[in-house]
C-alpha cells in the first residue's frame, strides 16, 4: 500500500467508537434530525451547500427504510451507512457527491428494498423519489449504476461480487466505487467493538515475547468487565477477514490499492484494523481458553513455521502437509456455508489459534511489503499453489 500514509492508522477503535456514539445517540430519538446527523457524520467540517439538499434527503430514506430494524450488534441499522459515510468523510480531504450518497444508499437495494413490507412501499417510494429529484439527471444515472454495483446477488461468491466493482473503477476511473467499498469494509471490520470493548490496552507482540522469554509469565491478565466475544460474534469477524484479505488481494493485483490518496488510506486502514482485530481475538483465545502454556508455546511454533515456509503467503491445496494448508479453499464458499465451517473452526481452539495467528501475519504482510498479495485468489477464484 501507498507509504503516505505515514504509517498512521487511519481510524483508531477509539475514534470509530466516537462517532459510533454520536450517531447511535441522534438516531434513539423520537424523531431523528437529519441535519443534526449530517452533522455529526461530518464532525464540525462545513457540508458543501449544493450537497446538502440531497445528503438531507438520502438521510430520510435510511431513517424511513430501516425504521425499527437492528444490526445483528444491537445499534439502529441505519448506523451502518451513516457510519460508512462518516469513515468517507473522515479520510477525504474533499469528497464528492457520489462519494457520500453512494455510501449512504450502498445498501439500498440488498437491505431496505428487498425487505420492505408491502404496505410501506409506496410511502418509501415517494420519500426516495424527493431524494432522487434533489439530484439532476446525470447524478441520478450514475447512482442508478453504482446501486446496481453495490447489490449483492443470492448465491454470488465475495470476489464475483468484488470483480465488477474492481473493473469500473478502474476502466471507467468510478473511484468512488472503491471508496465506499473500502470504507463499508472497515465499518464491517469494527463493527463488533459497538458493544465489546476488545483489548486494545493490551500488546499482542507483549504476550508473545513474555510466553517464549519471560520465566514468570503468568498470562494476560484480562479484567472481570471485559466482554469475552462469542461463537457468533467471533465467527462474524473471521469472516469478515476472510473478506478483507481477498479484496485486499485483488486490489493490489490490479494496482488499485494506490488509485489514489483515499484508496490508499483506506486499504492502509482495512489492514490495520485487520490486524488489530486479529490480534484481539489471539489475545481473548490465549487468555481466556483451557489451552496450557506449553501449548500456546506449541501453537505458536507451528504457526510460525507455516508462515516462514510460505503458506500465508498463497493458496495452498489441502493436506499439503502445513496446518492450515486448505483454510482459503474451505471458505471460499458462499455466505452461509462459510459461516457454518468457520462455526466448527471456533470449536477447535487450538486450530482457531493458528488460523487467527496466520491471519495476524497476513495482514503484516499487507501492511509491511507494498507489493504482497496472497497467490492462487485471482479472478477466476481460488487456485491452490503446490508447495516447491
Not at 466493482?165 to 466505487?177: P, S, T
Not at 486490489?251 to 484508496?263: A, H, K, S, V, W
Not at 482485530?277 to 481458553?289: H, T
Amino acid at each position: 500500500m501507498n507509504q503516505n500514509t505515514d504509517n498512521k492508522e487511519v481510524l483508531t477503535i477509539e475514534h470509530f467508537m466516537k462517532i459510533s456514539a454520536e450517531i447511535q445517540y441522534q438516531l434513539t430519538a423520537i424523531r431523528p434530525n437529519p441535519r443534526a446527523i449530517l452533522a455529526k457524520i461530518f464532525a464540525g467540517k462545513h457540508v458543501p451547500e449544493e450537497y446538502e439538499k440531497s445528503l438531507l434527503a438520502a438521510v430520510n430514506v435510511l431513517l424511513f427504510g430501516y425504521e425499527g430494524k437492528r444490526r445483528k450488534s444491537g445499534p439502529h441499522a441505519a448506523i451502518h451507512p451513516l457510519r460508512t459515510t462518516a469513515i468517507i468523510s473522515h479520510c477525504m480531504k474533499k469528497p464528492q457527491l457520489l462519494d457520500l450518497i453512494g455510501a449512504l444508499l450502498h445498501d439500498l437495494d440488498e437491505d431496505i428494498i428487498s425487505d420492505l413490507a408491502s404496505q410501506r412501499v409506496q410511502e418509501f417510494q415517494e420519500i426516495f423519489n424527493v431524494a432522487e429529484k434533489s439530484l439532476d439527471q446525470e447524478h441520478q444515472w450514475l447512482l442508478g449504476e453504482r446501486r446496481n454495483l453495490y447489490f449483492k446477488r443470492d448465491n454470488q461468491l465475495y470476489y464475483q461480487y468484488l470483480l465488477p466493482i474492481i473493473d469500473f473503477a478502474k476502466n471507467q476511473q468510478m473511484k468512488d466505487l472503491l471508496h465506499v467499498k473500502l470504507a463499508d469494509r472497515l465499518d464491517n471490520t469494527l463493527d463488533t467493538h459497538i458493544f465489546l470493548p476488545g483489548v486494545s490496552k493490551y500488546n499482542f507482540y507483549r504476550f508473545v515475547f513474555d510466553l517464549f522469554f519471560v520465566p514468570v509469565f503468568s498470562g494476560v491478565k484480562i479484567n472481570e468487565f471485559h466482554i469475552e466475544p462469542s461463537e457468533k460474534e467471533s465467527v462474524l469477524l473471521l469472516s469478515q477477514l476472510f473478506k478483507n484479505a481477498i479484496f485486499l488481494s485483488l486490489l493490489r493485483q490490479e494496482g488499485l490499492d494506490i488509485l489514489d490518496e483515499t484508496t490508499s488510506k483506506l486499504c492502509y486502514g482495512l489492514a490495520v484494523a485487520s490486524i488489530r482485530e486479529a490480534q484481539w481475538i489471539a489475545l481473548v483465545l490465549f487468555s481466556r481458553s483451557r489451552i496450557d502454556f506449553n501449548r500456546q508455546r506449541e501453537v505458536l511454533m507451528a504457526t510460525m513455521e507455516y508462515c516462514h515456509s510460505g503458506g500465508v503467503t498463497k493458496v495452498q491445496k489441502e493436506k499439503e502437509g502445513g496446518l492450515l494448508d486448505g483454510a482459503f479453499i474451505q471458505w471460499f464458499a458462499e455466505d452461509e456455508k462459510r459461516k457454518e465451517r468457520l462455526r466448527d473452526l471456533f470449536i477447535a481452539k487450538d486450530q482457531l489459534a493458528e488460523v487467527i495467528v496466520a491471519f495476524i501475519a497476513t495482514f503484516a504482510c499487507f501492511i509491511h511489503d507494498p507489493n504482497f498479495y496472497i497467490q492462487g485468489i485471482d479472478r477466476s477464484g481460488v487456485n491452490p499453489i503446490s508447495s516447491p
